[in-house]
């Protein structure tokens, strides 16, 4: 089966670099990717089993991302943890209620986000995406 | 002096202003106006000399300034005074009293100032305030995410003394991660305030989101959070940011001050012309002494019992606010000991 792949795409370099030592110490391999650009070119180049994705990016925010990637035959299978901050996760929620059955695999968790909160939510993400599959 | 000798030799100078002034008499006739004042009130050429200013100047709100700071013999001051003709100009007035030599009113000096201007830069100050909040939330939210990690053990095992000190960091930074939350919710509040943004609004879809982003904070306390939620409910005029602030803050006190293991019950009905909100939790109650203050701002219970609550006193206020401009009330019963139940009633017009 072999260890399982997370892109992480957001712009805050402390944040990027803590969120992979927790990832990677729970045995994810962690790609990261530091705007929407090259966000979207890394989930080609690294084929990730998931996308962390942070709502507020320079140029390309997280929701056009997020709205490219499930558009596309190839990835919008890919589960999408959207990263938002308080209060905006409240408008975050259009896709999960917008888009029905693609965005099942999706989830949001607002910033300032605890290491077992996050970890939880991708752990459940790849749950439902594995039991989608069978 | 006649009047119009008057005007003429002041002319020039008044008329290079870029303010407008309009002079009356003690019985409130006009007896001057610059250029400015005349584009500003939509005064007719020289046909208002001499005229009372409630003949001539159309709006009443500046008209009954005038006619206040004359009789009452004391200057006044506000701001935006609306044209109602060109109602994009905003003026602020200041009416002067004139007084002779012996202290008797002679008449009034209004200075007309355009705040166009100053709106605009009032516009800017509050966005200012807003990104720079929303500026010192990233690191704010990497710093507290690195303590985490630490503390965790993730990168080694730590000793005591370097334990003790790591979560004071962490508890000083949820600290300042709450401040600026809240100074962003006040943000929010002091431009719904003005209810610059009003949409109709689907309460239950609003409590639905909050409860979505509160309930990992009640799982962790194993606090039990409830919701129920009457069906085809009215939408409600108002401001989106500002009813969202009013549900996560009272649903989050209610939280914050219920040990673990209790109870935190949200209602939504509609009861009368009023969409009825309740949020009762089995928290540790509010004294009397306390709940008087509870809706002002910073306000906090400071003893024994809540020194160990994180917050900035502020959730009350932003929710007071919310509630007053959209013509709400808010009530509170509590019991130490027991818990607390708030009851927001809104319009549903």
């Known amino acids: 089966m072999g260890r399982k792949k997370i892109l992480l795409i957001d712009d805050d370099i402390d944040f990027v670099e803590a969120t992979k030592i927790i990832l990677e110490s729970k045995s994810y391999d962690v790609a990261v990717a530091h705007d929407g650009k090259e966000g979207l070119k890394k989930v080609n180049t690294e084929r990730p089993n998931l996308i962390i994705l942070d709502v507020m990016m320079p ?4 929701y056009e991302v997020c709205a490219k990637l499930k558009s596309d035959p190839q990835y919008e299978h890919i589960p999408v943890l959207l990263l938002t901050a308080v209060g905006e996760a409240i408008s975050s929620t259009k896709y999960t209620l917008e888009m029905g059955m693609k965005l099942e695999a999706d989830d949001y ?10 970890v939880e939510r991708v752990e459940n993400l790849f749950r439902i995406s594995t039991e989608k599959n069978l | 002096m006649p009047h119009r000798i008057i005007k003429e030799s002041l002319n020039p100078i008044l008329d290079s202003l870029a ?8 019985k409130g006739n006009i007896i001057l106006y610059n250029q400015k004042a005349e584009t500003m009130l939509g005064l007719r050429g020289a046909d208002a000399l001499g005229q009372q200013i409630q003949d001539h100047i159309k709006n009443e709100a500046l008209v009954r300034l005038i006619n206040k700071a004359l009789s009452l013999n004391v200057p006044y001051h506000t701001e935006d005074v609306c044209l109602i003709d060109s109602g994009d100009i905003k003026l602020r007035s200041h009416v002067s009293l004139v007084r002779d030599g012996t202290g008797q009113l002679n008449g009034s000096v209004t200075l007309l100032h355009d705040v166009a201007q100053l709106s605009a830069i009032d516009k800017v100050k509050s966005n200012f305030l807003s990104m720079v909040s929303h500026q010192l939330k990233s690191p704010l939210s990497s710093t507290l995410l690195q303590t985490s990690i630490l503390l ?21 930074t949820k600290g300042m991660t709450d401040l600026v939350n809240d100074i ?17 609004l689907n309460l239950s879809e609003i409590l639905e989101r909050t409860i979505d982003v509160v309930q990992p904070q009640a799982r962790d306390k194993n606090i039990s959070l409830q919701v129920a939620a009457e069906d085809n409910l009215p939408l409600i005029s108002g401001n989106k940011s500002s009813i969202e602030a009013m549900f996560l803050n009272l649903i989050m006190n209610a939280i914050k001050y219920t040990l673990s293991g209790g109870q935190v019950n949200v209602g939504l009905r509609k009861d009368r012309e009023y ?9 540790i109650g509010i004294e009397d002494k306390d709940i008087l203050r509870i809706f002002e701002k910073f306000y906090r219970e400071r003893s024994e019992r809540t020194k160990h ?4 006193g502020l959730g009350l206020s932003i929710v007071k606010g919310a509630v007053d401009a959209h013509h709400g009330s808010i009530y509170v019963e509590s019991e130490v000991g027991k818990g607390t139940t708030f009851t927001v009633l809104l319009p549903v017009r």
């Open chain 2, 275 to 283: 969409l009825e909100v309740k949020v009762s939790d089995t928290g």
């Open chain 2, 309 to 312: 609550i994180s917050g900035t």
């Open chain 2, 184 to 200: 962003l919710d006040v943000c929010y509040i002091e431009e719904g305030g003005s209810m610059t943004q009003i949409e109709p």
């Open chain 1, 59 to 62: 140029e390309i925010d997280g």
């Open chain 2, 19 to 26: 303010d407008g002034i309009l002079v009356t008499d003690a």
């Open chain 2, 152 to 172: 965790d053990g993730i990168t080694g095992e730590l000793n005591d003394k370097q334990r003790d000190l790591i979560q004071k960091i962490k508890a000083k």
């Open chain 1, 109 to 118: 968790i607002p910033k300032p986000v605890e290491p077992a909160a996050l």
